[in-house]
């Protein structure tokens, strides 16, 4: 049987919990920021910023990420980010948003932490009430530079978590060298406040990464998880545990050592009981949105409606949203009718 199309996936009602709103910035929108902003670019037109898109690992992305990062730079621009990434997920049929923002990006280039936050929160404030998509903020600390500055950063970023315009925290940036026990006194920060706590783990560093995101960090949540995959107590434990895995298909082509989608461990994922789920990661940089991912991994992998369906369910169940709001969406995908 042919397998589910792009119409029906769109349709199926799923949570998307792993987008980077900086990794949103499309070509076109980076030179029109640019331009407006006075910020001279090596690139003249999106097809010259797409063939330099051209990086084989972590850190060749992230320093492409950073760069572009930089034609961020008034309220503005952060709010229109902001809501066209809202827009594209409504698109693809997801219904709920969990983004990533790098707060430390903007400070250490002279942007004020509350004028990125306000404004990011009022472009998916907008876009979303226009949409119907619910939509959580979280700020990831940037790995690569010290805990003090991300203990700076929380202490910031303490009135807007404290009363929920903010969801809880991240980690993310370069992995390797950058264990998530170097950042055991902010996630002890979070813990004390009860805070939502994710990372980044196993997308390019080892297993052990993502064993010290659940110990020393306490974390609720893993951001990538492959490498677990390369220990089998570990996979275990996140499946006996429930952890959520928030999988990045189209990213892991690019960044994981993935060869190709047809070998992509997705499937393995869902068949030994993990809570795998389908994301974007930096779609402006990946080549696909979340629908574009869920396309993919459908056609290379031959997933079938139950396997679908446990993804959708699976974003849904280890989201933010509330119990009330996962039983409705529970439900919808329950009755999303079969092809
Ligand atoms: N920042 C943005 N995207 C990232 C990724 N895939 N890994 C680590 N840090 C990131
Ligand atoms: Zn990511």
């Given at each position: 049987?042919?397998?589910?199309?792009?119409?029906?996936?769109?349709?199926?009602?799923?949570?998307?919990?792993?987008?980077?709103?900086?990794?949103?910035?499309?070509?076109?929108?980076?030179?029109?920021?640019?331009?407006?902003?006075?910020?001279?670019?090596?690139?003249?037109?999106?097809?010259?910023?797409?063939?330099?898109?051209?990086?084989?690992?972590?850190?060749?992305?992230?320093?492409?990420?950073?760069?572009?990062?930089?034609?961020?730079?008034?309220?503005?621009?952060?709010?229109?980010?902001?809501?066209?990434?809202?827009?594209?997920?409504?698109?693809?049929?997801?219904?709920?948003?969990?983004?990533?923002?790098?707060?430390?990006?903007?400070?250490?280039?002279?942007?004020?932490?509350?004028?990125?936050?306000?404004?990011?929160?009022?472009?998916?404030?907008?876009?979303?009430?226009?949409?119907?998509?619910?939509?959580?903020?979280?700020?990831?600390i940037?790995?690569?530079?010290?805990?003090?500055?991300?203990?700076?950063?929380?202490?910031?970023?303490?009135?807007?978590?404290?009363?929920?315009?903010?969801?809880?925290?991240?980690?993310?940036?370069?992995?390797?060298?950058?264990?998530?026990?170097?950042f055991?006194?902010?996630?002890a920060?979070?813990?004390?406040?009860?805070l939502?706590?994710?990372?980044?783990?196993?997308?390019?560093?080892?297993?052990?990464?993502?064993?010290?995101?659940?110990?020393?960090?306490?974390?609720?949540?893993?951001?990538?998880?492959?490498?677990?995959?390369?220990?089998?107590?570990?996979?275990?434990?996140?499946?006996?545990?429930?952890?959520?895995?928030?999988?990045?298909?189209?990213?892991?082509?690019?960044?994981?050592?993935?060869?190709?989608?047809?070998v992509?461990?997705?499937?393995?994922?869902?068949?030994a009981?993990?809570?795998?789920?389908?994301?974007?990661?930096?779609?402006?940089?990946?080549?696909?949105?979340?629908?574009?991912?869920?396309?993919?991994?459908?056609?290379?992998?031959?997933?079938?409606?139950?396997?679908?369906?446990?993804?959708?369910?699976?974003?849904?169940?280890?989201?933010?949203?509330?119990?009330?709001?996962?039983?409705?969406?529970?439900?919808?995908?329950?009755?999303?009718?079969?092809?």
């Amino acid at each position: 049987m042919a397998h589910p199309d792009r119409d029906w996936l769109r349709g199926l009602p799923k949570a998307e919990l792993h987008v980077h709103l900086e990794g949103t910035l499309e070509p076109e929108m980076l030179l029109a920021f640019a331009q407006r902003n006075g910020v001279p670019l090596r690139w003249s037109t999106a097809a010259e910023v797409r063939a330099a898109y051209a990086f084989g690992n972590l850190q060749e992305f992230l320093d492409l990420y950073y760069l572009g990062m930089n034609v961020l730079r008034t309220p503005r621009d952060f709010a229109e980010l902001a809501a066209a990434a809202l827009d594209h997920a409504a698109d693809d049929g997801v219904v709920h948003c969990e983004f990533f923002y790098d707060p430390q990006g903007h400070t250490e280039r002279g942007l004020g932490f509350a004028a990125v936050t306000e404004a990011l929160l009022e472009g998916l404030t907008e876009a979303g009430t226009r949409r119907g998509v619910t939509w959580r903020l979280i700020p990831n600390i940037l790995r690569h530079l010290p805990e003090e500055d991300a203990l700076r950063m929380l202490a910031e970023a303490e009135p807007w978590l404290k009363d929920g315009r903010l969801h809880g925290i991240g980690l993310d940036s370069s992995e390797r060298g950058h264990p998530p026990e170097k950042f055991a006194r902010a996630y002890a920060w979070a813990r004390e406040r009860e805070l939502f706590r994710t990372a980044h783990a196993g997308e390019e560093g080892p297993w052990e990464y993502v064993v010290t995101a659940l110990d020393e960090l306490g974390c609720h949540r893993i951001d990538h998880g492959n490498h677990a995959l390369d220990n089998p107590e570990v996979v275990a434990r996140l499946a006996q545990a429930g952890v959520g895995l928030t999988v990045c298909p189209l990213s892991n082509l690019r960044l994981c050592g993935v060869p190709s989608l047809d070998v992509h461990p997705l499937k393995a994922m869902l068949a030994a009981g993990l809570r795998a789920t389908v994301n974007s990661d930096d779609p402006a940089y990946f080549g696909g949105y979340c629908l574009d991912n869920y396309v993919a991994v459908t056609e290379a992998l031959g997933l079938d409606e139950v396997e679908l369906r446990a993804l959708a369910r699976n974003s849904v169940e280890v989201s933010l949203l509330s119990a009330e709001e996962k039983a409705k969406h529970l439900a919808a995908i329950e009755a999303y009718p079969s092809r």
